[in-house]
């Protein structure tokens, strides 16, 4: 167990007849709204209102977030996005990237080369070890200090604070936007998911 709750340990998606589109060719976020509706259609109580995809799945659990993604890109990971007001007045602790970061139902969709469709594999991942957290938490709380430091917000600018988070202005077509994405680089999520790999020896239940 971690902090008390029963981890999931898989979800019993049926991945074989999602009609993805062709990962190479979008980034528009489209994928993962195929696979919420799919999952969905078979019976999973998405909610599109929550701040986890699956919040609450059972009593125990923390909630469950769906990611999913091209297997061979390496762009950053969204981890989800708040306001400007909100970072400045939110620790970690209490923040919504602190939700979406404990399980994570993530898909990875990638062309097969041999029979000319999309095929896709999906794995829980637990990143609630505190080692994890810690490198979440010390990310944002450092562009956090950067973002209350400069006292406004800057159009498209990207705050930095090593491989485990950046804090990205979500520019609006109407105007500067009041909303950041909090993002992974590709090489820090590698190292993470490699070390929730490792500490996978919790206690778990199948869904």
């Not at 074989?16 to 696979?35: A, C, H, M, Q």
């Not at 994570?104 to 095929?119: F, H, L, M, P, Y």
Request: proline share 4%; hydrophobic share 30%.
């Amino acid at each position: 167990m971690a902090n008390g709750n029963v981890m999931v340990k898989t979800l019993k998606v049926d991945l074989s007849n999602v009609n993805f589109s062709d990962p190479e060719k979008v980034t528009d976020g489209r994928n993962g709204k195929i696979l919420e509706n799919a999952m969905r259609e078979q019976g999973f109580p998405i909610d599109p209102t929550a701040t986890v995809d699956l919040p609450g799945i059972n009593k125990n659990s923390p909630g469950i977030e769906v990611k999913s993604r091209s297997k061979t890109t390496g762009s950053m990971h969204t981890v989800g996005t708040m306001t400007y007001d909100d970072i400045i007045d939110t620790v970690w602790s209490e923040s919504k990237f602190k939700e979406k970061l404990q399980q994570q139902w993530r898909v990875e969709i990638a062309n097969n080369s041999i029979t000319g469709k999309i095929d896709a594999t999906g794995s829980m991942v637990d990143l609630t070890h505190p080692d994890i957290q810690n490198l979440f938490k010390e990310a944002y709380e450092n562009c956090r200090a950067q973002l209350a430091a400069q006292g406004k917000i800057i159009k498209g600018q990207t705050i930095r604070s090593g491989q485990y988070g950046v804090l990205e202005h979500k520019p609006t077509k109407k105007g500067t936007g009041k909303s950041y994405a909090m993002r992974i680089p590709h090489s820090g999520m590698k190292k993470v998911l490699n070390l929730a790999n490792s500490t996978y020896n919790q206690l778990f239940e199948e869904l």
